[in-house]
């Protein structure tokens, strides 16, 4: 028998991730709870596990690496990186900074880390009984930001009662609150090899008016002047030294003030949504088979751009109720939506409001852009109805 040479990784959960390993001809260890059977059946060694027994998955692992030795661990997933980046410390394998994925992981860690580091991010505090948010917010003053330290939620708060039932939608968990940053924001994202970061794209990010602050859209390119964009990108290089951040893809927010740039957020992870797409069109670079290649230690696969300019918008709902649209619709190319027939939808001055799809066109000519996506907008016929059940 033909001894397997190849290189060996352990990934924790993820379709794309499994995509991209098998393009990358790679011995793959999957972790999850449970493995997806289709998932299980293009890995080499599947192993479900509780993944919030770190003992007992490191256990797993390390016999796993003891009979086949793996090279590095890694994930994509929020969730998971401080998981990924503590096994790949404990076995000795390549993988992101363990510090630097816990800040990323917990706001309020990350604040601090940067803070301390001398790179600017919003005023805060960190809260460890949401009771106590209302006297934070009164410390800063308002207008506030209230989100969970670690996982997903944010709400702008512009008096205390908003404060209020702003930690009772978001805790029990520990929370921060922050002052509110106004200034136009930006989507940065960035490769670190070695230490070494390089960033890969600039967007300008779009928000609603609501509480929940939901992302309505992006364009590339940015809209930003060469000096100011420059900034930018020294901004973010900066921040991801200070973390420690050593080897893998990053997604930062920035948002730009009269002062300068601060930073809002870091999710050490490709974007969500179709941003890794649109990234993937602006510079050649598939960010989730870059985290792979940076993982493994390979060089990044680079390709010619395809397109220019990029407009992404996020379909959102001025008002609550059951959404109705044409399914022809759904046939065009860059049309996503994640609801159904029939499915209820908040409104974007809903606190739990957001995004319910979205629609990204490409090209050269932004006025084409322009017409392209209004064109697959109107193609939905989007309705929605009073819900009356």
Known sequence: MTADVRPGVACLSGRRVVDVLDALDVHTVLLDDPTPLELACRVDVPLDIDLSDWAAVESALRRNHADRPLEAVFSVYDAHLPLAAYLAARIGVRGLDLPAALACHDKARLRMTL???????PDFLAVADPADARASARRLGLPVVVRRSVGRGRLLCRDLNEVKRASELLGPAALVVEKFTDGPEYAVQCLTVDGVTETVSVLAQHTGPGPGRAETGYDHPSGLGPARESELKAFCVRALAVLGFDHGVSHIQVRLTADGPVL?????????GQLCAATERVSGIDLTRAAAEIALGRPITRRPPTAGHVLYRCVGFDRPGRIDYDLRGLD????????EPGDSVRGVDDPEGGSYGRIVVYGEDPAELESTYHSLFDSLRLRVEPDIR
């Open 115 to 121: 803070a301390a580091g001398g790179v600017r991010t």
């Open 332 to 339: 065009a190319p860059g049309v996503w939506l994640d609801v």
């Open 264 to 272: 809002v957020d870091v999710a050490a992870r490709p974007p969500g």
